[in-house]
């Protein structure tokens, strides 16, 4: 019984493997081969909505073709035609301005009020008054007349007058002595003249050298060095020159997009910019070369010239010393025998009109009350027209108004309250808006061709609406060497001066065949260039590439350039991107 159980238990399990095996594996395959084709087929269908999320994302213009105004944009500080300058006059004291730049006056407006403070004037009469008070009251209390100045003038007269004939006398024994020592006084100043005249030109040439600066220097002396200065300067303007042309190609050939996109591209090729380099450092290597040899030549002269002033300094002191001994020992610039004589009858003449003077003022001594008491009137007199003009003068210091003599507008205020004024002094200066204002330009000369007087400009900056600018003049810069030309507009509207306009000038029109956005136009060091959208099909639908088409940019406007090369009538140009754009890449529309 137990093994019947057995053998059917067996029989129950080999009968459950044969059932389960086979089913089981073909389900698992069957699923497996239906999920991977499920996701072949998902991957199919948005493999181009996945890759397009990939590409930049680019907005496009179509070219156009019509007429294109060519513009040059720059600007200015505007100025007045007519200003008048508000003046006080004599010394005054701010008390208050009524007016700050910018504002309109009308001819009458008070602009400010004044009074003189401090008054210098008042103060000098003030100080006079008290002078001429101190000398009446000393006049008051003078003393009884006094001779004992006179009588010592006289006794040092005399003693003058034995001083002068002893010298004469000393003179008159050693004449012989006196005669060479003259002769050798004479020769020591001559020598010392001239050397005084050689330190004074050698000083000059000096000072010059140390300066560079040979206007004053004498011309014995300059030699060379004025032409060498000359050439070195002229290496120089050169250099900077070559460097400035240098500078400008570089940084015109590598101008940034954004740049780019307001500016009207350079076109500046490698082997422009290679030759510009070479004549920079041809032109730097001259500039080098004429310093050196303008200091080398500066520093040989200078120390030749400073030990010839040092021997001429040595020679002055050693003349100098000469003539003090000889000056001190005998008595005067040389003095001889005759100017002794001459000196003893001075002195005799002096000390008789001192003598004469005397006698002549103890005669007058009986009328000097008379006289004194004249005096004292007189100045009591001065003292009253004193005071009269010190209470003039306080009036004078009550407040002034200082009205508009023209109406305009207030361009400069050049002091404040509570300032002291001198005159002439500028302190407000007024434009004469009557006169109308003036704005200057300087541009290429070779865009001046276009330009005709009367056109007007277009003010970019014009937030009020009402500025108008209009050509008056082209005329040339005097610049030296420069071919600009500057361009004179007449500016009328609400515009104050010192105001900075940006202007456009249309410099003429024209029908071009393809015309692009300005953005659409690029530079790089190859040139200038556009960015074409290409067309290609495939399976999944059409894709679209960047195409690089080289381009020469004919003219431009604000928005606008019109372009020749491989481009047609039509075409779609790059004019934006989500993300930067190279020749060659694939690329989705803007509305894909």
Known sequence: MSELKEIKDIKDIKGDKEEYDPRRKREIIKTILIIFLAGLLILLFFSNTIMNKSLSQITTERTTSGKLTERLRGSGLVQSNQTYSVTVDGNKVIDTINVKVGKEVEKGDVLMTVGTGESEELNAAIEALETLELEYNKALLAPDADYSSENKAIKNAREDLAEAIRKRDDAAANQGNLDAAKDAYKENKSQLSSYTKLQTKLSAIISAIDIDEYTGAPAEYTGELISLKSQADDAEKLYQEKLAVYTAMVSGSSNERDEEETTAPTIVSPEEVAAAKTAMEEAETARNTAADA?????????????????????????????????????????????????????????????????????????????????????????????????????????????????????????????????????????????????????????????????????????????????????????????????????????????????????LGNGNYDTIVPKSAVYTDSKGSFVLTVQSKSSPLGNRYYAQRVPVEVICSDEISSAVSGSINYGDYVIIAASKPVSPGDQVRMKDE
Do not use: C
């Open 294 to 506: 303008y200091k080398t030549k500066k520093s040989e002269l200078r120390t030749e010239y400073s030990s010839q002033l040092s021997d001429a300094e040595s020679n002055i002191e050693h003349y100098s010393a000469l003539i003090e001994e000889y000056e001190s020992g005998m008595g005067g610039d040389g003095t001889s025998l005759d100017m002794l004589n001459e000196d003893v009858k001075a002195k005799q003449r002096a000390l008789e009109d001192l003598i004469e003077q005397l006698n002549k003022t103890q005669k007058e001594n009986a009328n000097q009350d008379k006289l004194e008491n004249l005096s004292i009137a007189s100045m009591k007199k001065d003292i009253d027209k004193a005071k009269e003009k010190v209470e003039k003068l306080k009036k004078e210091n009550e407040t002034t108004e200082i009205t508009a003599k023209y109406g305009g507008i207030v361009s400069a205020v050049n002091a404040k309250a509570g300032d002291e004024t001198y005159p002439d002094m500028e302190i407000i200066t007024i434009d004469i808006s009557s006169e109308g204002y003036t704005l200057e330009i300087t541009v290429d000369g070779e865009k001046t061709r276009k330009i005709k007087k009367g056109v007007e400009a277009e003010v970019l900056n014009n937030w009020s609406g009402n500025v108008q600018a209009v050509l008056t003049n082209i005329k040339n810069d005097t610049t030296p060497n420069s071919k600009n030309r500057i361009l004179v507009f007449s500016v009328t509207g609400d515009v104050e001066s010192n105001t900075n306009l940006d202007l456009s000038i249309p």
